[in-house]
């Protein structure tokens, strides 16, 4: 059960060693790309090379898609980021019932975002936990557990390296089942859905801030300033010396000022445009030093 890249190293990890994989849950197909047609999730797609029968219902709150589970007659179902809520009738239907690749070290960061508010909060390790589910927030008992560091990484690798290490945890744990352990009381925090709002960028931050913010969002949604009337994607940054107003450009390298310290962009992207150095952006687009950002 799971639905975007992340989860597919698992659902391969578990064809990989001769588990039969009775069926795959996936979000439903939605419109997406400029001609807005449906796409299928990455679990959707790889399910149906493998020869598994998908099944991508909108809600599993109804009798009739729970009664559907149920009579898959399922030793365990595993769950990675698959997007609906498991009710009480899906989570206790398998034998084994159901297991999460979650990608923190819980009990830190439960929740929707955990690794983008891992790199936020300035974490430089974290990991992925399987964990047997319950119907609270990742709040069910830990299984096995698996460190990564992340220090100077941006979303997009950690989530590449964890969907690895989540597939690698998850064969580890179906060779050799570890017994359950309660998660400590001490050590909870929440990692709540991303705004995209919380994509601009206040220059009136640090600039450690502002580099965590760029890398938390990258590649998507992008953090980004205004600039000339337009939305600038920051895809990537370095802390670099320099002081000034907050949002004020610094020198011809497009060095800019926060409110401690300042950051040099080394990926950049207009709208409509490929992902571009500063260099290749000022050729074309005038942000002399003193401009100030917004």
């Not at 598994?52 to 009798?63: A, G, K, M, N, S």
Request: aromatic share 4%; glycine share 10%; proline share 8%.
């Amino acid at each position: 059960m799971g639905s975007p890249d992340f989860a597919v190293p698992s659902l391969d990890a578990v064809v990989g060693v001769g588990h039969d994989v009775v069926a795959a849950y996936a979000q439903p197909p939605r419109p997406a790309g400029r001609g807005k047609a449906d796409r299928k999730t990455a679990v959707h797609l790889r399910a149906e090379q493998l020869g598994i029968e998908v099944r991508t219902p909108r809600t599993l709150r109804d009798p009739d898609e729970q009664a559907a589970f149920r009579a898959l007659d399922a030793d365990l179902a595993i769950v990675a980021a698959y997007g609906l809520i498991l009710p009480a009738a899906i989570l206790e239907a398998p034998r084994g019932r159901c297991i999460n690749v979650h990608a923190s070290l819980l009990p830190r960061w439960r929740g929707a975002a955990p690794i983008q508010r891992a790199i936020l909060a300035g974490d430089e390790v974290s990991g992925v936990t399987i964990m047997r589910m319950d119907e609270g927030l990742d709040t069910g008992p830990m299984l096995l557990k698996r460190e990564l560091n992340i220090r100077g990484k941006h979303a997009g690798q950690v989530t590449e390296d964890m969907a690895k290490l989540g597939a690698e945890a998850l064969h580890a744990w179906l060779d050799h089942p570890l017994p359950p352990q309660p998660q400590p009381a001490d050590g909870v925090t929440y990692a709540s859905k991303i705004d995209k709002a919380e994509a601009r960028i206040a220059w009136t931050r640090m600039a450690e801030e502002t580099e965590r913010q760029v890398r938390a969002f990258a590649p998507a949604p992008g953090a980004w300033f205004e600039a000339n009337g337009e939305r600038i994607k920051l895809l990537a940054a370095e802390l670099a010396s320099g002081a000034g107003q907050p949002g004020e450009v610094l020198d011809d390298e497009l060095t800019i000022a926060t409110a401690e310290g300042a950051i040099r962009p080394t990926l950049v992207q207009r709208a409509g445009r490929g992902a571009m150095s500063p260099q290749e952006l000022l050729r074309g687009f005038a942000l002399p030093p003193g401009t100030i950002l917004r």
